[in-house]
């Protein structure tokens, strides 16, 4: 015969999980945030990125523009622009680097 303290556990456990929130879908935001930042990481060799930090995200409907402030060998400000999907549509530097690829929308 069970011992009527020890089928306490196997009755709450249902409800524990029923309570454990679910992780919440990604937004435009997040991916937006999530394929520029891969874009920019892209961008240099390994190891080379000191720090990097997102500095604004600005939207509307069709589009996303993330900023992002890069320290590697010189400092400069990244900004993209991602789609409703998390495509990339532009991406620039400031300053320019050397032999940098420039997209415009449609490139990716």
Not at 15 to 41: I, K, N, S, W
Not at 82 to 108: H, K
């Amino acid at each position: 015969m069970t011992r009527p303290l020890s089928i306490i556990p196997l009755l709450l456990a249902p409800a524990l999980v029923a309570l454990t929130p679910a992780p919440a879908a990604a937004g435009p935001d997040e991916r937006a945030v999530g394929q520029c930042r891969a874009e920019l990481l892209g961008q240099f060799p390994a190891g080379s990125i000191r720090n990097h930090r997102v500095v604004s995200i600005e939207g509307n409907s069709r589009r996303t523009r993330v900023t992002f402030s890069v320290n590697a060998e010189r400092r400069y400000t990244f900004e993209c622009a991602a789609g409703p999907q998390g495509q990339i549509l532009l991406t620039s530097f400031e300053p320019a680097r050397p032999g940098e690829r420039q997209l415009a929308a449609g490139q990716r």
